[in-house]
């Protein structure tokens, strides 16, 4: 078991009842990489720096810095954060029912962030006081209304669009059309898109482009050139990646960069 699993294990054997949260800060610069695990809590990953991958059977989560990625109790996932990335780990009791039952990437406004990094910093043995208990009424009642993000690519379970999600994921820059995988994969488009759409709730275009926008934040994050970035996923031009990127998220990559990702 990975020194980086161990902590969130004795992390999560902490779990109050009484209490909604139970948090820990911390870095993993080597041994980074979580095997697939479970825990007895809901678990909330909010990177302080950095960035965090977190995946489960149907999806693969991405979570930058001012977000955070909520896992339901008992749902088996790994967690990856980048190099030298900083997160708190919030465990939150199954009696707190307003939760979500599936993952989700949530966007975390600064007031929410401040005060779970304050909740972080708290010696695991401390017993709630009113004021404490307060704290984190309130902490959770701006959690709760906290918005949902399109950061995550679903990952089908119908065995050929299995094969196709690993091999995007494998070569993104892959530009074969949707009526070349529904050949390449014996099925006709019609049939193609219609699972592609059930299985994932989008179109191929869009499921692709999900997957790019995962691959250039976790390439942002290693810093990676933006021409880099653009070639690996199989762009014409850098312009054109950017105008992509900026479509999806808003803003151009260098500037989500420093927004979303660096210190």
């Not at 489960?56 to 977000?67: E, G, T, Y």
């Not at 929410?112 to 984190?136: A, G, H």
């Not at 690993?166 to 049939?191: K, Q």
Request: aromatic share 8%; charged share 25%.
């Amino acid at each position: 078991m990975s020194s980086f699993l161990r902590k969130i294990d004795h992390l999560d054997s902490y779990g109050r009842k009484i209490s909604a949260f139970r948090l820990c800060a911390g870095s993993q610069p080597d041994d980074n990489k979580a095997p697939m695990h479970t825990h007895k809590q809901g678990q909330l990953v909010m990177p302080i720096n950095g960035m965090m991958t977190c995946r489960v059977s149907d999806a693969i989560w991405l979570v930058p810095k001012h977000h955070a990625v909520w896992i339901p109790a008992h749902i088996p996932h790994t967690n990856t954060p980048s190099k030298g990335a900083e997160f708190c780990f919030v465990y939150i009791d199954d009696s707190r029912q307003e939760m979500p039952h599936s993952c989700r990437t949530l966007s975390i406004s600064p007031m929410l962030r401040e005060m779970l990094i304050y909740l972080s910093e708290l010696p695991p043995e401390i017993k709630p006081d009113e004021n404490l208990e307060k704290l984190i009424d309130v902490a959770f009642f701006q959690l709760v209304q906290m918005p949902a993000e399109k950061l995550s690519f679903p990952l089908p379970s119908e065995k050929r669009l299995k094969k196709i999600a690993d091999a995007l994921i494998t070569t993104p820059s892959d530009r074969r059309t949707a009526e070349e995988w529904a050949c390449d994969n014996a099925m006709s488009v019609r049939t193609f898109t219609r699972l592609v759409k059930s299985q994932t709730g989008m179109s191929f275009r869009d499921w692709r482009r999900q997957l790019h926008i995962i691959v250039a934040l976790q390439r942002l994050s290693e810093h990676w050139s933006i021409q880099a970035i653009s070639d690996e996923l199989g762009y014409d031009s850098v312009s054109a990646f950017i105008t992509m990127f900026k479509k999806e998220l808003g803003k151009p990559p260098r500037q989500y960069l420093i927004e979303n990702i660096n210190k």
